[in-house]
């Protein structure tokens, strides 16, 4: 158990329709990052907040948004969701900070999502 | 534009047959590259961090190096218990702190 938690674990919905993914960082860890899985294009990033600020942006879609509340837990926002949106979601936490070497990234279970 | 290129795709090892995995990597400034193992519908899970070119880490039946241009994950004995995707990652570049995967290695251990 890496410490990193993610709601709902699966999520089937239609095209057209926003879905709401939630992630609980480990404790202490004040950076969280999103990350999309999908079978032909392995793990993206997509986006990074650090103490409730964003600090990172990767190729995430305009459809997508996401945000960091003060407790730290985090939220990625899908619209107007599309099939090829149909992946993992994974979320992951460190402690963050832009320190010289790399801290390390824990990974959550993930969020399933099927778009029909 | 940081690449990371893992090899072989996927490897099949009786039970004990010794190998190593491979992640050749592109960057500008590593800060640090990292090993993890994916078993199927779950979560990355953390395996190891390493720094510098040199630099080496064990755990159990794994053992990762470091060189300037790839890292190289050896599994000794394996046993069914380590049949995985191993996934290779970089972290380059002092404020953005995303990393960078491979498609990772699926490597099955037979009986």
């Known amino acids: 158990d890496s410490g990193v938690t993610q709601t709902p674990k699966h999520l089937i919905t239609a095209t057209g329709q926003r879905v709401t993914l939630r992630c609980s960082p480990r404790s202490g860890d004040l950076s969280v990052y999103w990350y999309q899985q999908s079978l032909d294009q392995g793990l993206q990033f997509l986006i990074q907040?650090?103490?409730?600020?964003?600090?990172a942006k990767g190729n995430i879609l305009e459809r997508f948004s996401a945000q960091q509340f003060p407790d730290l837990h985090s939220e990625l926002n899908l619209s107007s969701l599309e099939l090829g949106d149909s992946a993992l979601y994974f979320c992951a936490s460190s402690v963050g900070g832009g320190r010289a070497l790399a801290d390390t990234q824990y990974f959550g279970p993930g969020t399933r999502l099927t778009v029909l | 534009e940081d690449q990371v290129t893992q090899s072989p795709e996927a490897l099949r090892l009786q039970e004990g047959e010794s190998s190593s995995l491979n992640c050749s990597y592109t960057?500008?400034?590593?800060?640090?590259l990292f090993w993890y193992r994916q078993d199927p519908g779950k979560g990355p899970e953390f395996l190891f961090t390493?720094?510098?070119a040199g630099e080496e880490k064990e755990k159990e039946r794994l053992k990762a190096t470091l060189t300037k241009k790839e890292s190289f994950l050896h599994i000794t004995a394996p046993k069914p218990e380590d049949s995985a995707t191993y996934l290779c990652a970089v972290q380059a570049d002092f404020g953005n702190e995303k990393l960078t995967f491979g498609t990772g290695t699926r490597l099955t251990i037979i009986p």
């Open positions: 907040y650090y103490n409730g600020e964003e600090r």
């Open positions: 960057v500008s400034g590593l800060r640090g």
């Open positions: 390493l720094y510098s």
